[in-house]
């Protein structure tokens, strides 16, 4: 299946289970550690904030990227069209 014909909200709810998984094990981990170092106990928040951002800029690359390549093509098809078609008189 091609993504371009998966619908907006199956790309979100798909965006959201990847962050979901991703983020799992780091607050997992962040909530059976024991805290050593008093103000240590955050880092694995902020480690899973970190993972968050990262993975929502990684995916708006690459649906940016997928929108570059499907107009690129669109306008090859255009000038391809454009080449075929017989010339017009004014």
Not at 32 to 49: K, M, R, V, W
Not at 67 to 78: A, P, S
Request: glycine share 6%; aromatic share 8%.
């Amino acid at each position: 299946m091609k993504i371009s014909t998966i619908g907006k909200r199956t790309r979100i709810a798909i965006g959201i289970a990847v962050v979901a998984v991703l983020a799992l094990p780091t607050t997992v981990l962040a909530a059976t550690s024991a805290q050593e170092i008093p103000g240590e106990s955050n880092l694995g928040f902020l480690l899973a904030g970190e993972i968050i951002v990262w993975a929502g800029f990684f995916a708006y690359a690459f649906y940016m990227s997928r929108k570059t390549n499907d107009l690129r093509r669109e306008i090859d098809d255009l000038r391809a069209q454009l080449e075929a078609a017989p010339p017009t008189d004014n």
